[in-house]
């Protein structure tokens, strides 16, 4: 398909899941507005149409709780198509969340770094937005390093997996199998939009759900949280994204003389960074690893979220040459032994990994496009082409899916993309590929 069509279609999927105000990630799967969704969805708006990539970030923080936390979904609009809905998350019985029906956990914080994207792709015109939610976004870093940080290290933990954004990756399998979840009946809606062989198991849904009731009992809590759930991870994709947020947050309150916060926001950015390179990376895996903070041990499982730290500038040029030396050059997320694109979201050599199973395996368009910008951070110009031509290739061939198959001999005989169609971020992420990159 020629690239002006496909950005045609592009723009289409963005005005077809615009819902006044917010865009939602596809319809039917995911009719409400999702965070880390509508980050990345904002950075592809701004290129098409600055108000409305304004107004999505406008939107995402009429959820925002009085003590800085943004949850993962906002229930601004009824739909019956998706489970659990507000009912189930009940985020009323948190003092600080608002009147707007949320959930209780997170998305990995993407807001910092696209209020900065949005200002850059208007040629830095956008300084009154900028000015309008910046306190807002200063209030979602302050409320983790102060809430998620219990041993004051500058790594902020997750307490439930949808907060990694990565759901259902075999990293968290080591968890479930000591959580002695309850057998809840589900009302899932996920599988009738989707093949189910593509989505979580019932029993991993039930976790999830064990969690979020664990959660409601605390009235989410986060002391009681940090003292008992049994979910307590330091996830290197989610602490990147919050890293990369604080560079941002820190070069657009120096444009905006936001001297105090500035100068908080440093000293967690610093901190942060060096805890991150002497706790997280595994010399070994030649990777970012994982840190399950409950059970006090490092879980030493490489995904895609193993190389997003790249992107916020956390490693040093030493671990930025052992990463690609590992991984890119010929290594198991370089496609070259094992015929795969460019990346897939685990371990291809893991006994655990499923080409088709959601965030077992699949290739993933924002993924992709956090570890392309940390590629070219570092000047790995070769590998970070490759994961681009490989990421334009999916989106030519089949269009704007949630997810899709690594393995190359499959992808060429397949018709289409896996998990929803006219996926929101996959759209707008394209945009941005062509656009800016």
């Given at each position: 398909?020629?690239?002006?069509?496909?950005?045609?279609?592009?723009?289409?999927?963005?005005?077809?899941?615009?819902?006044?105000?917010?865009?939602?990630?596809?319809?039917?799967?995911?009719?409400?507005?999702?965070?880390?969704?509508?980050?990345?969805?904002?950075?592809?708006?701004?290129?098409?149409?600055?108000?409305?990539?304004?107004?999505?970030?406008?939107?995402?923080?009429?959820?925002?709780?009085?003590?800085?936390?943004?949850?993962?979904?906002?229930?601004?609009?009824?739909?019956?198509?998706?489970?659990?809905?507000?009912?189930?998350?009940?985020?009323?019985?948190?003092?600080?969340?608002?009147?707007?029906?949320?959930?209780?956990?997170?998305?990995?914080?993407?807001?910092?770094?696209?209020?900065?994207?949005?200002?850059?792709?208007?040629?830095?015109?956008?300084?009154?937005?900028?000015?309008?939610?910046?306190?807002?976004?200063?209030?979602?870093?302050?409320?983790?390093?102060?809430?998620?940080?219990?041993?004051?290290?500058?790594?902020?933990?997750?307490?439930?997996?949808?907060?990694?954004?990565?759901?259902?990756?075999?990293?968290?399998?080591?968890?479930?199998?000591?959580?002695?979840?309850?057998?809840?009946?589900?009302?899932?809606?996920?599988?009738?939009?989707?093949?189910?062989?593509?989505?979580?198991?019932?029993?991993?849904?039930?976790h999830y759900i064990h969690l979020i009731e664990l959660f409601k009992e605390w009235r989410y809590d986060d002391t009681l949280i940090a003292k008992n759930c049994p979910f307590l991870i330091q996830d290197p994709l989610f602490n990147a994204m919050l890293i990369k947020s604080n560079e941002s947050l820190v070069r657009l309150g120096k444009l905006l003389g936001k001297d105090k916060e500035v100068?908080?926001?440093?000293?967690?950015?610093?901190?942060?960074?060096?805890?991150?390179?002497?706790?997280?990376?595994?010399?070994?895996?030649?990777?970012?690893?994982?840190?399950?903070?409950?059970?006090?041990?490092?879980?030493?499982?490489?995904?895609?979220?193993?190389?997003?730290?790249?992107?916020?500038?956390?490693?040093?040029?030493?671990?930025?040459?052992?990463?690609?030396?590992?991984?890119?050059?010929?290594?198991?997320?370089?496609?070259?032994?094992?015929?795969?694109?460019?990346?897939?979201?685990?371990?291809?050599?893991?006994?655990?990994?499923?080409?088709?199973?959601?965030?077992?395996?699949?290739?993933?368009?924002?993924?992709?496009?956090?570890?392309?910008?940390?590629?070219?951070?570092?000047?790995?110009?070769?590998?970070?082409?490759?994961?681009?031509?490989?990421?334009?290739?999916?989106?030519?061939?089949?269009?704007?899916?949630?997810?899709?198959?690594?393995?190359?001999?499959?992808?060429?005989?397949?018709?289409?993309?896996?998990?929803?169609?006219?996926?929101?971020?996959?759209?707008?992420?394209?945009?941005?590929?062509?656009?800016?990159?």
């Open positions: 398909m020629k690239e002006n069509q496909l950005l045609l279609n592009a723009e289409s999927v963005l005005q077809n899941n615009w819902k006044n105000g917010f865009t939602i990630p596809c319809e039917g799967l995911y009719p409400f507005q999702w965070n880390w969704d509508s980050g990345f969805i904002a950075i592809g708006l701004a290129h098409i149409d600055l108000e409305r990539a304004k107004q999505e970030i406008k939107s995402l923080l009429l959820g925002q709780w009085k003590n800085g936390f943004i949850p993962h979904i906002l229930f601004h609009n009824k739909s019956d198509s998706y489970f659990p809905g507000p009912e189930v998350h009940a985020s009323h019985l948190n003092a600080h969340a608002p009147k707007l029906p949320t959930s209780g956990i997170t998305q990995p914080p993407v807001l910092g770094f696209a209020i900065e994207a949005i200002y850059d792709i208007s040629n830095e015109t956008e300084k009154t937005f900028v000015e309008e939610v910046y306190d807002q976004a200063f209030l979602l870093q302050q409320y983790f390093y102060t809430q998620r940080d219990p041993y004051d290290e500058g790594l902020v933990y997750i307490c439930h997996n949808w907060e990694s954004g990565t759901d259902n990756t075999p990293v968290w399998d080591l968890i479930w199998k000591d959580l002695d979840s309850p057998n809840y009946e589900l009302n899932r809606r996920d599988t009738q939009h989707v093949d189910a062989v593509n989505r979580p198991s019932n029993r991993e849904y039930q100068a908080q926001l440093s000293v967690w950015h610093q901190k942060a960074i060096t805890t991150f390179n002497s706790k997280l990376f595994n010399e070994d895996k030649g990777a970012y690893v994982y840190y399950d903070l409950r059970n006090r041990r490092t879980i030493d499982y490489v995904s895609s979220s193993s190389f997003a730290p790249l992107f916020a500038g956390i490693a040093t040029k030493a671990i930025a040459d052992s990463i690609i030396k590992t991984h890119f050059d010929r290594g198991i997320f370089s496609g070259k032994e094992n015929e795969l694109l460019l990346c897939a979201s685990f371990d291809p050599t893991s006994q655990d990994f499923d080409p088709k199973r959601y965030w077992r395996g699949p290739v993933w368009i924002n993924l992709n496009w956090i570890i392309y910008h940390g590629l070219k951070r570092y000047g790995f110009k070769r590998e970070a082409e490759q994961l681009k031509s490989d990421t334009l290739y999916l989106l030519e061939k089949f269009g704007f899916y949630e997810y899709f198959d690594p393995r190359k001999e499959v992808v060429e005989g397949l018709e289409i993309g896996y998990g929803g169609n006219n996926f929101s971020w996959s759209a707008a992420l394209y945009i941005d590929f062509i656009k800016r990159t």
